[in-house]
């Protein structure tokens, strides 16, 4: 075949989508072939095929089909592929344009289609090599000798934060920090988290905002160690390494101030949680643009009760839009504040497919959000949950509408400038009012808080394990004493949650919108690095 043959076969392909009443498995076949023309001969590509591919992701006919998300995503990987292949800029442009437009005016499957096609194109983001010794010997270490290590003569007995033992110093402008492996990780979780602090301080790095990065300190010549004589003791429910291993580091006074912080003393100001908010949504896109991505900003779950069966251990997958487990308890401590980012046991140096980085920066933005949903509730802890007559506690009005929407639209915005490197033009292709509007309704309503205890799981639990799980979602030991481990299923009230126990999210919209934000971050950066002229 000649290029006129196939360029006669373009325009056949396209002459069936743009038939009206094209049935579904037609318009299927009409699109895998035009896509794979579009892969092996580029260059006949015109203005008329990108239309036919917008035609069908428009049609919403093909909707009310079982199988309607495939077709849409083959129309839109053709899409991305004209992009990938063309080497005539405003074929890519025009091509690029029809799917962004498609982000903000398309919704379900054909939105959730063409979000992951952007998402897929291929960027070069390599993460640093952080190299992680091998650690024979860790030492053996008495508190006395930590404050030693720090010329610390007279100091405080040590408060106790999390899974950390905490003074202050310098005339309380910084803080000894001492950090505990938790009792199902290794030594090295802990490691990492030293080693990328040392790794990030280097001169290789800076930052055009504030961003105060921990100072790893080791103690007899290793930054990991064994804490010998606990010098305070642990509050129960802190379940800590055997062995006791840590790490020591110096931090900012503010180190564990919170952005969402529920008592009144240390609660941030609408000025002061908007700039806090805005900054670490910047901060999270430059080290994700630079191959280091923070994997838990706070800690997503789909379902934590069976997270010692399922594969996945319960984690939230964001492109799947199943029920958010327990999202104001996930908000209680964010691994981002006043000082910037923290917890960097959590970073990991990325290399890998686009697709997959498209889900790390969804599941980033989507932090972000909650975090902003739950600034709002954390004005009132105590209107949680269900009230005496048994219904949903309403704390819609603990929000200000006009205040999300600035903060939705900024931490998107500001999530793109650091990932992307420029502003981004225009407007959030999403209705800022619609969303929040629905945020509201969702996030400030407990209508979900029922968890189901399978009888697999309760069979997996020892007796005390079985025991110790009521007790702590509130059970009395007298009630606890009434159930039978692993005969029948039990319900208990653990949310609030944003959807039904084993249905899909509450909040769509927010899905739909996180995807739409990380698509364009991915978009966005493409572009620059392939058609920055």
């Known amino acids: ?240 390494h055997p062995e006791s291993y840590a790490i020591c580091f110096i931090a900012h006074k503010d180190y564990f101030a919170y952005p969402n912080e529920h008592r009144t003393e240390r609660r941030l100001t609408m000025e002061g949680f908007r700039e806090v908010m805005f900054r670490n949504a910047w901060l999270l896109g430059k080290l994700t643009f630079l191959g280091i991505v923070h994997s838990a900003p706070i800690p997503l779950f789909h379902n934590r009760v069976q997270r010692e069966r399922r594969e996945d251990h319960g984690l939230y997958e964001w492109p799947r839009g199943g029920r958010l487990d327990r999202w104001l308890d996930s908000c209680c401590y964010p691994n981002f504040g006043i000082t910037g980012i923290r917890d960097f046991e959590h970073l990991i140096a990325f290399n890998g497919l686009s697709r997959n980085l498209y889900r790390h920066i969804g599941a980033q933005i989507f932090s972000l959000l909650l975090v902003a949903g739950s600034y709002f509730r954390n004005k009132d802890r105590e209107r949680v949950g269900l009230d005496r007559q048994g219904n949903p506690m309403d704390a819609r009005d603990l929000f200000d509408k006009q205040f999300l929407k600035e903060l939705v639209e900024g931490i998107s915005l500001n999530y793109y400038h650091g990932f992307v490197g420029t502003e981004f033009a225009g407007k959030v292709p999403f209705d800022l009012g619609e969303l929040t509007s629905r945020m509201i309704d969702e996030m400030g309503v407990d209508r979900h808080m029922e968890e189901v205890l399978r009888v697999v799981d309760q069979k997996q639990m020892s007796d005390e394990e079985f025991r110790k799980f009521l007790g702590e979602r509130g059970y009395s030991e007298d009630e606890t004493k009434g159930f039978k481990k692993g005969v029948e299923d039990i319900t208990i009230y653990t949310g609030p949650h944003l959807g039904g126990f084993n249905e899909r999210i509450s909040l769509p919209e927010l899905i739909e919108s996180v995807g739409t934000m990380a698509a364009l971050c991915i978009a966005g950066r493409y572009w620059r690095e392939n058609f920055s002229s």
Not at 41 to 62: C, P, Q, R, W, Y
Not at 139 to 145: A, D, F, G, N
């Open 1 to 240: 075949m000649n290029a006129r043959d196939f360029e006669r076969e373009r325009t056949t392909l396209e002459n069936a989508l743009n038939t009206k009443g094209l049935d579904f498995a037609a318009a299927y076949l009409a699109v895998g072939d035009l896509r794979e023309l579009i892969r092996t001969h580029t260059e006949i590509i015109s203005s008329e095929t990108i239309l036919a591919l917008e035609g069908v992701l428009k049609n919403s006919d093909f909707s009310r089909q079982t199988q309607s998300f495939f077709l849409y995503r083959e129309a839109a990987d053709a899409l991305t592929s004209i992009i990938v292949h063309t080497i005539a800029e405003p074929v890519a442009d025009q091509a690029i344009s029809v799917l962004e437009n498609l982000l903000g005016t398309t919704v379900g499957d054909p939105q959730r289609a063409v979000a992951g096609a952007l998402g897929s194109l291929p960027i070069s983001i390599h993460g640093p090599k952080v190299s992680e010794e091998t650690i024979e010997d860790i030492p053996r270490v008495k508190w006395q000798e930590i404050l030693e290590e720090k010329g610390i003569t007279k100091c405080n007995t040590p408060a106790v934060i999390g899974r950390s033992l905490v003074v202050s110093i310098d005339k309380e402008n910084r803080l000894l920090v001492v950090k505990f492996a938790c009792a199902g990780d290794s030594y090295r979780s802990i490691y990492r988290e030293a080693v990328w602090m040392e790794h990030l301080s280097s001169e290789a790095y800076s930052f055009a905002v504030r961003f105060n990065i921990p100072v790893a300190i080791k103690i007899d010549g290793s930054y990991v160690f064994r804490l010998e004589n606990m010098p305070v003791r642990m509050p129960d429910g802190i379940d800590l």
